[in-house]
């Protein structure tokens, strides 16, 4: 059977995936000259970047579980196939080639520079605010269980025989900490207490312009007590520009070194006050103000963020092992919510 109907004419014209597709291209388009010096003039052909990069947009926006199932995908979905820019007829990538293929573009640190090829189209369009913004961060979960997290010198909490493919490990009465335990499967990844329960992963930070909610800066680091603010502080850095701007954030950040680095920065810090077991460091004259009230309002709309992309980008719970890994998709996952939140703020226009 022949099909003369070409796959550019099966997707229809109002589709939401066409105005994303116009921006991800006017992104790579720019990256060309960073692709061809990752990849040597001699050998078997790799996969070309820019389709690589597409399909792990597609894995994203339609939360495709793993990467072997993308290429399943790959195989019969025609919408799926027309947005990364394979045709009809041509082969699908075996699962573990499109994984080392990826794995290269961490060298030349693609992922940054296409979130920052797609906040630059945000602010040729004049999506974003220069004044105002909103930090925050959250923790994504490691690819490790509890049972890996074991002794670094060895002993305590030690297997027993009732199962040899998934035994049972006792810690009662075992102090475990980041310093004294380490994961066997990812020894990167850090135990922090959320709430009543610990988990092992990483933490994600994400600095918010508050006007329409885009991402100006995310990264990822291992979990601490610190990190957090320490982040926070490195991306207020950042921000360009000489004015003085603001930053919102939760009551956590309300510690006197930080209130005390932002406004030496030049940062005015609308952060929400402790008002149960210490005193606050946000004294009247910055509460005040009606921009103070304004930024506490503006600074939930980052847990949309957040919502975003541990739901639908699929960052609750990382398939990926070791900080650069995780980091590479934590970046490029902000950069996939910036298409989607630019899209509906945009319409239907490319």
Do not use: C
Request: aromatic share 8%; charged share 30%; no cysteine.
């Amino acid at each position: 059977m022949f099909s003369y109907v070409p796959l550019e004419r099966r997707v229809p014209r109002d589709h939401p995936l066409r105005p994303m597709r116009a921006m991800v291209d006017a992104a790579l388009s720019e990256l060309s000259s960073r692709f061809s010096a990752l990849y040597a003039k001699t050998g078997r052909p790799s996969i070309p970047p820019e389709r690589l990069l597409r399909a792990l947009l597609i894995q994203l926006l339609y939360s495709v579980r793993s990467e072997r199932m993308l290429m399943e995908q790959l195989e019969y979905n025609l919408l799926f196939r027309w947005f990364v820019g394979l045709g009809m007829d041509d082969p699908v990538w075996d699962a573990t080639v499109f994984t080392k293929n990826r794995d290269r573009l961490l060298a030349g640190d693609i992922a940054q520079a296409f979130f920052e090829r797609v906040l630059e189209q945000a602010r040729k369009k004049r999506l974003l605010s220069a004044e105002h913004f909103t930090v925050d961060g959250t923790l994504v979960e490691a690819w490790a269980s509890q049972k890996s997290f074991q002794r670094r010198e060895g002993g305590g909490g030690g297997p027993s025989d009732d199962d040899p493919g998934n035994p049972t490990v006792s810690f009662r009465g075992e102090k475990r900490s980041n310093e004294t335990h380490q994961s066997t499967t990812d020894p990167q990844a850090r135990l922090l207490r959320r709430g009543k329960e610990a988990k092992l992963g990483y933490l994600g930070h994400v600095l918010m312009e508050n006007r329409h909610g885009l991402v100006v800066d995310a990264r990822l680091s291992q979990a601490s007590g610190t990190a957090e603010r320490e982040a926070a502080l490195a991306m207020a850095e950042q921000i360009p520009g000489r004015r003085r701007v603001t930053l919102g954030a939760d009551r956590g950040y309300d510690v006197e070194t930080f209130v005390a680095k932002l406004r030496s920065l030049g940062v005015t810090p609308h952060i929400a006050q402790h008002t149960t077991k210490r005193r606050s460091n946000i004294d009247e004259r910055t509460v005040r103000h009606p921009g103070y009230a304004e930024s506490q309002k503006r600074r939930k709309r980052i847990e949309e963020v957040f919502g975003w992309m541990k739901t639908v980008g699929l960052m609750r719970k990382t398939r990926h092992r070791g900080v650069a890994r995780v980091g590479w998709m934590f970046i490029f996952t902000a950069a996939a919510y910036n298409l989607v939140r630019m899209r509906s703020l945009l319409g239907a226009t490319p």
